[in-house]
């Protein structure tokens, strides 16, 4: 008699060309943070005809959902999906993978829910990823209250067990001088691109004194009307990025000095504006890598090292921060391909991108197999989560 797992292997083969077919159509219509309507229905029309019942719109954001199988008391294990694109360059950060990975690891335990053990699996569709705090909102909204543990991946260029990820804070400075003539009058003027310009050459001396995984970068947003007018009105945006949040908040104050220090020199007065929810560091859990590890090496995958110098953010950090929870990175493209990119965006559908689909799903499947049948799993993870608090 078969395994669950090989159940749950078997049931991943037969639904590939379906999730294929679903991959390849996000794919091909790009939607963006919480404009995901198509893909948010795509997906959750698919789990509920797999059994799943479906609540749309959950945690009032339109483009998520959740969808349920309940086999009775027990651990309750989140799947989650992203599906959002990039604005210009669409799927390039190889997000329907990740929503079918998770649509296809619900869809193969449904398809055992005879032979699960008491539990509650539920997919969770987790909206605008790239900008915008989709989970941020579902984390405010008690989507994950009642979850014990997370899993969700990632596509990626390797196989990676855990990534680390940055926190981000996103910082707006509004400098407001005084308008005058830039040549008949300039000394009756206050110049606000004078504190925006000053608070960049701020942040270039911080720069020096800042650990080196640390990421600090901005952009000018508003510079001034013309050139014979002194800027009555300058702005620029900051992302601060830390692998710890700590360190992440001490930058922010630093950089915030740099834009108050700016405006003291001008004589501008600063608004400093706070832009979207930070995004946390991943916090790591062994437990749930060490289930994912053996299940993933059963699929054929083989693990890389995790890279020291290449590092995102992602609000599953948040997640992370709530509940014990793993994005490992999947390979869908070749080694050495960049994402974000336009090459990475054309992987995203590749023969490659197939494979690491299913075997992402299968791996998926039965961690949350393994979490079900043994509930002191999901308390180990539990304690080891409370102890690095
Ligand atoms: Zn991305
Ligand atoms: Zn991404």
Not at 254 to 266: L, S
Not at 343 to 357: D, H, I
Not at 373 to 384: I, M, Y
Request: proline residues 5%; negative net charge; glycine residues 8%.
């Amino acid at each position: 008699m078969s395994t669950v797992k090989d159940l749950i292997g078997h049931a991943v083969d037969r639904l590939a060309d379906d999730l294929e077919a679903l991959s390849r159509k996000i794919h091909d219509h790009p939607e963006l943070a919480y404009q995901e309507v198509k893909a948010a229905t795509w997906l959750a029309d698919y789990l509920a005809a797999q059994g799943f019942e479906v609540e749309r719109g959950v945690a009032g954001v339109e483009t998520a959902f959740r969808a349920t199988v309940d086999t009775g008391r027990g651990p309750t294990v989140a799947i989650l999906c992203e599906y959002d694109a990039l604005p210009a360059i669409g799927h390039a950060c190889g997000h329907n993978v990740i929503a079918t990975a998770g649509a296809g690891a619900g869809a193969a335990l449904a398809a055992v829910r005879d032979r699960l053990p008491p539990g509650r699996i539920q997919v969770i569709g987790t909206p605008a990823e790239e900008g915008g705090g989709g989970k941020v909102k579902l984390i405010q909204g008690g989507v994950f209250e009642r979850v014990d543990v997370a899993m969700m991946i990632h596509g990626f260029d390797r196989w990676i067990l855990h990534q680390d990820l940055l926190g981000i804070v996103r910082v707006g400075f509004e400098f407001t001088g005084k308008a005058a003539h830039a040549s008949a009058d300039p000394w009756e003027g206050v110049n606000a691109l004078d504190a925006v310009i000053q608070t960049f050459n701020n942040v270039s001396m911080l720069r020096q004194q800042v650990r080196p995984e640390a990421r600090i970068h901005g952009i000018v947003t508003q510079g001034g009307a013309a050139p014979n007018i002194i800027p009555e009105v300058a702005t620029c945006t900051f992302y601060v990025r830390a692998p710890r949040l700590d360190y992440m908040w001490d930058l922010h104050a630093r950089v915030i000095a740099c834009a108050e220090g700016a405006a003291r020199a001008t004589g501008c007065a600063l608004k400093i504006i706070d832009l979207e929810a930070p995004y946390e560091p991943l916090k790591r859990n062994d437990t749930l890598l060490d289930l994912f590890r053996a299940n993933m090496a059963a699929t054929g995958a083989v693990e890389s090292p995790p890279l020291a110098d290449r590092m995102g953010s992602s609000d599953i950090g948040n997640v992370s921060q709530i509940i014990p929870a793993i994005q490992p990175m999947v390979q869908i493209a070749p080694h050495g391909t960049p994402i974000h990119s336009r090459v990475f965006e054309a992987a995203a559908v590749s023969a490659l991108a197939r494979q690491g689909m299913c075997q992402a799903a299968k791996t998926m499947a039965m961690t949350t197999y393994d979490l079900l049948a043994d509930p002191g799993l999901v308390t180990k993870a539990r304690v080891e989560f409370e102890a690095a608090k």
